[in-house]
């Protein structure tokens, strides 16, 4: 009876793995085909000597370039923050014209739907 019981819950969490995959591949991972895409923010001031103060923070949860745009629009909002997402490294350069906390970044991306899981600050101004 017990071994009837596990074979069951298998196939259960089996058909709701496929079931989910499926839609997945439908509808692609940030909403469905019918959605449009996300517009990047764009932020006025680009040069990289106005901002001195710059963090490198991994995200978690990003699997295509809308959900990057996420991230990058979210941190972009926010008040003297030019932020640039690598999807590819699953990071977040952002560079800052006031320092702003870990915890404020954190949320910010949080408030967008992702994870951050390690804010690295950077101690030069100029790189890119």
Known sequence: ?????ICLALIMAGVLAIR??????????CGGSGEAAVKKIKVSDKDLTHYPHRRVLKVDGMSC???????ENALN???GVYA?????????DVRMKQELSDTVL???V?????TVYRITPVNDSISQ
């Not at 640039?84 to 977040?92: D, S």
């Not at 949080?110 to 992702?114: C, I, L, Q």
């Open 20 to 29: 989910s995959y499926r839609k997945k591949l439908t509808t692609g991972c």
């Open 77 to 79: 909002s926010l008040e």
């Open 110 to 114: 949080k408030d967008a739907g992702y």
């Open 106 to 108: 954190k949320e910010t």
């Open 1 to 5: 009876m017990a071994t009837a019981i």
């Open 65 to 71: 370039g809308n959900c990057a745009i996420r991230v």
């Open 84 to 92: 640039r997402v690598n999807l590819m490294e699953a990071e977040a």
